[in-house]
């Protein structure tokens, strides 16, 4: 495409050129120079786009490839980090069924002095601070019973398991 903008340039000056002098000869044949360089201009033209054509297809389908590869590599990613999420949630409830079987904490004996009756003290039973918090002595207030072990022993879903489920949908 240079090529033939340049040979118009030189034919629309050698044309010029050729009218300064006089010469009609000369000016009508630099004329029809500049149309065969305009002519070859265009043909590079279509011929450059017919050619290129087929490499910008290429380079769509090189992208398309290296997309569909880094979306791959995006996916896999995140179920690894889900998995892992889902391995801490699953040793957070192992280690709180752990200390659920465990059962209350122990009971100490403490001292307490009554306000308003100088020299008299109380002996009581408190619990030591738990996970559930002070003063829970006991589970008596707690429902128990087979329904509410089997409750306990059921799995909850996790996000792994949501995602896998999506997954193997789509």
């Known amino acids: ?12 000056y050698a044309a010029s050129r050729a009218i300064r002098h006089g010469s009609k000869e000369e000016a009508n044949k630099m004329f029809r120079y500049r149309i065969y360089a ?16 087929k490499e910008r ?21 995140w179920i690894r980090e889900l998995e892992a999420r889902d391995r801490e949630e699953n ?25 308003g009756q100088p020299g008299q003290v109380v002996e009581a039973l408190t619990a030591l601070p738990g996970p559930t918090g002070f003063g829970q002595a006991s589970d008596q207030n707690r429902p128990s019973g087979p329904e509410v072990e089997t409750e306990k022993r059921k799995k909850k879903p996790g996000v792994l398991d949501a995602v896998k489920e999506i997954a193997g949908k789509g």
């Open 1 to 12: 495409m240079p090529i033939g903008g340049a040979a118009t340039c030189y034919a629309l």
């Open 91 to 115: 040793e957070l409830q192992a280690r709180k069924e752990a200390v659920r079987a465990r059962g209350p904490p122990p009971l100490r004996n403490s001292v307490a002095v009554v306000p």
């Open 38 to 53: 305009q002519a070859f201009t265009l043909v590079a033209m279509v011929g450059g786009s017919f050619y290129y054509a």
């Open 57 to 77: 297809e290429a380079r769509k389908e090189f992208e398309g490839r290296v997309s569909q590869k880094r979306a791959i590599e995006k996916r896999d990613a």
